[in-house]
């Protein structure tokens, strides 16, 4: 058993140098939830296997020291040499493998409940939601906000609230359903959405801008137009764009880029919903589907770009800052 664990740690190992180096895709999901059954297995046969035969060993000792001793007595023989308890603490003592394994289950298991089915860690890689999330945030994505999933297959099994215009998500890339992405609800299954000369519409209504100072994106080393937008955050599908509470968020702007900048017609799921023109793109949000934009406008590639979110790619609504080992005055919450 050893040799098996011994060829298990260098699989991990070799995975996990390969998915690091960027030799291939990683699905953490998938490989907690391995490493959970892996170390369950290993639990269970040392519960009802390894231990029982440790004890039985152990008990086996005791009673053939004990047997000795009284042997020895009955010969007139008082003083015996030897500490049988050492020698049976070392014959109960989990091997390495064991500590490795089975050991760490409860540890792993739990991890693996919190992250499926609570909160999930995510690091912000790019700058495509600046000023809101910047690159180095470490957020917190509620996962159980929209509805409670299974893991690794993601399918819901019970529903909780539904998505709202103004979150923002984390999903799985519809391109490479292996990458997860963050950005913000703009368009809800039935809204008209249309970002036409840098302005956004939402069901023929244009969502209020406000002028603020200019952002300094440290990264880039130079000032970016900022504007607060007032994104109507509740009512769903077509006619409620001017319904319900509003989602006052800041975004970025370049009015120096053309409107249009890099948006072309394409193809994907429901690309005959979409019509590109040189002012921008207007889509109709089909059932089931969510449009999503960075709050980087000029800076973020999103479904005006490779289409709609459908709703089994969610992974959970982002809604805290834990940690910016660069600069601790990030961590809170945010809108």
């Known amino acids: 058993m050893g040799t098996l664990t011994g060829i298990l740690y260098a699989c991990l190992v070799a995975y996990g140098t390969g998915w690091y180096l960027g030799k291939w895709n990683g699905n953490f999901s998938l490989l907690l939830f391995l490493l959970t059954l892996v170390t369950l297995a290993y639990w269970l046969a040392e519960r009802f296997v390894f231990l029982p035969r440790r004890q039985a060993a152990a008990s086996t000792l005791a009673t053939q020291d004990a047997t000795r001793r009284a042997e020895l007595q009955r010969l ?40 499926s089915f609570l909160f999930e860690p995510f690091k912000i890689p790019s700058g495509s939601m600046i000023p809101t999330l910047e690159i180095g945030d470490l957020i917190l994505v509620n996962k159980f906000h929209y509805g409670v999933r299974l893991p690794v297959i993601n399918k819901k099994v019970i529903d909780n609230n539904p998505v709202k215009r103004g979150d ?43 002028a603020l100072d200019d952002y300094y994106e440290e990264h880039q080393r130079s000032y970016a137009k900022q504007f607060q937008e007032d994104l109507p955050g509740s009512g769903n599908g077509a006619g409620a764009g001017a319904a319900g509470a509003v989602v006052n968020h800041r975004i970025l702007v370049d009015p120096s880029l053309p409107s249009s900048y890099g948006m072309r017609a394409r193809s994907f799921p429901g690309s005959e919903n979409c019509r590109y023109t040189a002012e921008g793109v207007t889509c109709k949000v089909p059932a089931g589907h969510y449009f999503m934009m960075g709050d980087n406008r ?24 834990w940690m910016n080992f660069g600069s601790l005055k990030r961590i809170g919450a945010f809108q």
Do not use: C, H
């Not at 030897?82 to 500590?99: C, I, K, T, Y």
């Not at 590639?301 to 805290?320: K, L, M, Q, T």
């Open 76 to 115: 007139g023989i008082q003083q015996v040499d030897g500490n049988v308890e050492e020698a049976r603490q070392r014959v109960l003592a989990q091997p390495w493998w064991l500590d490795w394994t089975a050991g760490l289950f409860p540890v792993i298991l739990l991890v693996f409940l919190l992250r």
């Open 168 to 210: 923002v998500m984390v999903f799985r890339y519809p391109v490479d359903p292996s990458i997860d992405f963050i950005k913000r609800v703009v368009g809800v299954p039935g809204d008209e959405i249309a970002y036409i000369n840098q302005k956004l519409s939402v069901n023929g209504q244009p969502v209020p801008l406000k």
């Open 298 to 321: 000029d800076n973020s590639e999103d479904s005006r770009f490779w289409g709609f979110v459908p709703d089994e790619n969610i992974v959970g609504r982002a809604f805290f800052v």
